[in-house]
């Protein structure tokens, strides 16, 4: 009794969400509908500004990329750097 | 500072570069030290300093994913990321965050969306604060209350009673957090948490890493290192559909990363010599100082409220920076005492 009574919970419990999700629409915002303006731009400036007229989704692909690698590249670089002047960090104990 | 202007191609403007570099400097600091976003200093800062609005919440959200990727990379390797933990908080918080944004509708329809939403925030911002400074002066009697009666239940020779908890099946285990909690616990903690960022507008690390500590039970360090988990996959998907919608300067973007990126390596590594109930100090002055900052702002004291959150930032990252010289100087005698210890037969 104690186990169906658990199970039952569990389900209402999961569809509460799916209720309160039902109850209200989401409007979603406009998009920026702008244009850059390439005469006077050259290389990585001219190279993301025409990809961000031509086509907003590889635009997004190649800025998220772009982080993602950044951010690991500094990581690494930064690593090796703080090892080298005594600053490397391992496991530590958890002290409140 | 004419030599740091550098055009930006997507806003189309002359920005300086330092000014980027700078505020992604102070929020790395301190998101790897709160394990937080920062996106409230970041757009306010960005604003202050005239950076267009449309672009400034995509640029944020850009740099804050490259930024948690450095710190959750640093906080792994000191076996702060509860992966499990941090998994099921994006899965609750997502859905918490859509039922947050469809009430923001429901208020915008109504026409109260703007004082109820600032309201919450600030009783949020003022209560969570005043709370952990509370939980931080009274922390020494809680522990001896604690620890007399555990002795007095030794001296009985009985096991002291357990803290009560909800308890209802299925139960779930985080080795690394070292706690067992229902399901429901965790999951109606993140729905909740969802819920708040997504009808305040924000990111939701600096109600997220609260809710891990005092909720959940995890400690502190472990709490900041799962929520910077959780960061890095909201800042990708953030980063993703705002350069989608065209709001991602990507010049912007990096300058402030590299600056972040070198701040979250601080923030993270102070970590390391600041004990969890310091953290909590210095976090529950930050969120009481971004409560007086939200509080400017509904009286309309604009300029003031951005000013205020942007010195806020700036004297924390000097406070976690002097800290981490303090305690790196403090470890570095005591390994040198140590090796002449070992010398001295």
Known sequence: MKRFSVIIINFLLLGVPALVCAAEGLEIPDELNKKINLANLSGFSHFFAKWYNDNLWVYAIMVTLLMGIVGLTIAVVADVILKMIGMEVSKIEHLE | ?345
């Not at chain 2, 009697?141 to 002291?160: L, M």
């Not at chain 2, 700036?314 to 002449?340: D, H, N, P, S, T």
């Open chain 2, 1 to 345: 500072m004419e030599i740091f202007q550098i055009y930006l191609p997507i806003a189309g403007m002359q920005f300086n570069a330092l000014i980027l570099v700078a505020i992604g400097f102070s929020v790395g600091v301190m998101g790897g030290f709160f394990g937080v976003g920062g996106a409230w200093v970041v757009t306010p800062a960005l604003n202050a300093f005239g950076f267009p609005m449309a672009y400034a919440i995509g640029t944020d959200l850009a740099h804050m994913f490259g930024k948690s990727i450095v710190a959750t990379a640093k906080h792994r390797k000191m076996g702060n990321v509860d992966a499990k933990l941090g998994i099921l908080s994006i899965m609750g918080s997502v859905i918490g965050v859509e039922i947050g944004a469809r009430n923001v509708m429901w208020l915008t329809k109504l026409g109260i969306a703007g004082p109820v939403v600032r309201y919450v925030y600030m009783v949020l911002l003022f209560g969570l604060g005043i709370y952990m400074l509370y939980d931080y002066a009274t922390k020494d009697k809680r522990a001896a209350a604690q620890a007399a009666k555990v002795a007095v239940a030794a001296r009985a020779g009985v096991t002291p009673p357990a803290k009560k908890s909800w308890n209802l099946p299925p139960m779930v285990h985080f080795p690394t957090s070292g706690i067992t909690i229902s399901f429901w616990s965790v999951t109606g903690v993140f729905l909740f948490t969802g819920w708040l960022s997504g009808f305040l507008g924000v990111g939701g690390g600096f109600i997220r890493m609260p809710a891990l500590i005092y909720i959940i039970g995890c400690p502190t360090a472990i709490a900041v290192g799962t929520d910077l988990f959780s960061v890095l996959f909201t800042g990708a998907y953030g980063c993703l559909t705002y350069a989608v919608k065209g709001r991602v300067e990507i010049f912007a973007a990096i300058l402030m990363l590299c600056g972040a990126s070198i701040g979250a390596q601080i923030g993270v590594t102070a970590v390391k010599y600041i004990r969890g109930y310091g953290i909590r100090l210095l976090f529950a002055i930050m969120v009481l100082l971004a409560g007086i900052s939200v509080c400017l702002k509904q009286f309309n004291y604009i300029s003031g409220s951005q000013w205020m959150v942007m010195c806020a930032a700036l004297g924390m990252c000097l406070v976690i920076i002097i800290k981490l010289y303090q305690g790196f100087k403090k470890e570095q005698a005591e390994k040198a005492r140590y090796a002449a210890k070992e010398v001295k037969p």
